[in-house]
């Protein structure tokens, strides 16, 4: 039997150690338990308290645990019972009189540990609010009141939404965002119908407009047409399920206690932040064998998601995303629906996060946890070769899954983490909502004879190309937290003398990356596994342990290495790098992204090329995708999943369409 199943990683043989005994039950809070809403209550009484007389325009930007160090959690994890838990503590990162600080909040003891000013390059995530307070002011505001006038709009259906503005060379840096505008008269898709050739910059320490441009009119794209709920669509609109539901009369397979998962083979603890959204942790697998847990993930969670899009000109050039640093995938997650995020014997579990007062904010059923049958095989065969006997084996490829949805303006981003009984564990990203599109005059491609950036996708609408790449932060800990990376090429070789009748074979050799500059790698260059392997273990029959990297889809950055948004985003240089593993880098593309200038990434981390052979190391994956918009991403997109479908196959072409559309649009 094959032990390849599941697409992202494999789990290549089990052999010995490490005892994971029970997971903890009886202790309050497992050590990394989110923060609960009475903890984001204690916090904001304690910071607030230390900065009596001056808190006015204190705003919480984040509010997060502070995990303790890896050898704590892991002493405390082999023995909870004697170990004295790890204190709890929140990081905290303020603004308070146009300053960041980083403060460290002590929970047992009421106090703050530290509090610093932060100096560098950088603003940290923006908060709802702010955001919230921010596209408030152009519905006010006279110049924008009579841009809208002048292009014949009502002002009560004008919509706003923010904009990061990214980094271009620019020596000093404020905190401003830009507004644009949309149209919503007739339609709730809002994001296909912008108001083009108005900028509103917002800076939001002053929560004030502090620029103002009314470039140019084209016309709004029309709402014929752009509608996609169910309710507004001519019958027959389907495919109904006819009732159709799985069932669990004994109830769900897997067992849920605090934050601790545990499932057929598998033990692991899910996490929520606002930043990274789902952080999963001690993802350990049970060996029937040994009788005891083995740790594959001392913890794993999108580290960053980096959207630029290809347009260079004044309106659309600083369009250069990071969703997780400056939105925050937490914070932008939506609550799931019963029944059609997540089918009908999920189970749900509730997120918080501190809002800009520092009070907790809840996201009800933010995560949904569900057995995944879809009527596949995860292995099977039938034996007629035995006389007189027919032996059928047959296995259902079932399968855990953690799922999130993220929703940043027009995106949706649907993040699974899929658990195997194989071993496997399979992260996989749907790409879904709506397209940013831009406003022109053209209604026809036979009119269009210069580059629009994009694909003309009805009148007046054109779809910017742009990327998206995500990035993963995986700690492996493969049965043990020192591991190496190895890559095993595949190479031709050829056959010397007259040995043989074939000419040429291939096969594998293995080489073990000794420094982080070893493991920087371009996907699909050539044939190779990426394996992570523990270099002390070895099974009976002496093959090592390891877990191999199965990649998705690879492609990589196109804007050149010198080019403002590249800079900020070099960490998607290469799909694949490995770090030694250091507490402090867990956001690939730095703390501070908004505005950031490119000198805290992944990139420049690397640069120190630090020793990883037997160490304990941590694999950076980057999914990319290029996306060249096309007709039938309009109105809404076909969602696209990751790692689901062909690499090499161009993004969203001739997909099938699960959305809503008008077809005749797509003609
Ligand atoms: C400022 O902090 C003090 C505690 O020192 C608190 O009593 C007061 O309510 C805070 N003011 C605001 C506006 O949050
Ligand atoms: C810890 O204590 C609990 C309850 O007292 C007990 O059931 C469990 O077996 C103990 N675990 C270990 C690893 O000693
Ligand atoms: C603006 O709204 C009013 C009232 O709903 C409506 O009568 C008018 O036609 C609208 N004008 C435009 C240009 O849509
Ligand atoms: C579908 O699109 C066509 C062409 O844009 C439009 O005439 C028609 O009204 C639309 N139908 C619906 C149901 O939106
Ligand atoms: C951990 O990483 C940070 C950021 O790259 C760096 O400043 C720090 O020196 C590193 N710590 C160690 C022990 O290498
Ligand atoms: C993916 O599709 C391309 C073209 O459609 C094909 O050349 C390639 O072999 C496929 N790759 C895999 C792994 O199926
Ligand atoms: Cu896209």
Known sequence: MSPTIGKTFIFFLLSILYLFSTVVSHQHHHPLDPLTPSEFNLVRTIIENSHSGSNHSLTFQYVGLEDPDKQTILSWVSNPNTTIAPPRRAFVITRLDKNTNEIIVDLSTNSVISDQ?????????????????????????????????????????????????????????????????????GTTNMYVRPVEGITVVVDLDEMK????????????PKAEGTEYRASHQKPPFGPKLRGLATMQPDGPGFEIDGHTIRWANWAFHLGFDVRAGPIISLASIYDLDQRKFRRVMYRGHISELFVPYMDPTEEWYYKTF??????????????????????????????????????PTKISNVFCIFEKHAGNIMWRHTETGIPGEVIREVRPDVSLVVRMVATIGNYDYIIDWEFKPSGSIKVGVGLSGILEVKGVTYTHTDQIKQDLYGTLLAENTIGVYHDHFVTYHLDLDIDGTSNSFVQNNLETKRVIGNVSPRKSYWTVVSKTAKTEADAKIKLGLKPA??????????????????????????????????????????????????TPYNKSEKWAGGLYIDRSRGDDTLAIWSLRNREIVNKDIVLWYTMGFHHVPCQEDFPVMPTLSEPDQNSTQKVHKNKHRDHPVNVSNSK
């Open 117 to 185: 000013i932060y100096n560098g390059h950088g603003f940290p995530i923006l908060t709802s609010d702010e955001q919230t307070a921010a596209i408030e002011l152009p519905l006010t505001y006279p110049p924008f009141v009579e841009s809208v006038k002048k292009r014949g709009l009502n002002l009560s259906d004008v919509v706003c939404s923010t904009f990061t503005v990214g980094w271009f060379g620019e020596a000093e840096t404020s905190r401003v965002l830009k507004i644009l505008a949309f149209y919503i008269d």
């Open 209 to 220: 407009i502090t620029e103002y441009h009314d470039r140019f009119r084209v016309p709004v």
């Open 322 to 359: 990071f969703d997780l640093g400056e939105f925050g995938f937490g914070q932008s997650a939506v609550s799931l629906e019963p029944l059609t995020d997540c089918p009908a014997h999920a189970v749900f579990m509730d997120g918080y996060y501190a809002g800009q007062d520092g009070k």
């Open 529 to 578: 596994e990426l394996v992570v392997m523990n270099p002390n273990k070895k099974t009976k029959v002496g093959n090592h342990i390891g877990y191999r990297l199965i990649p998705g889809s690879a492609d990589g950055p196109l804007l050149s290495d010198g080019d403002y948004p590249q800079i900020r985003g070099a960490f998607t240089k290469y799909n694949v790098w490995v």
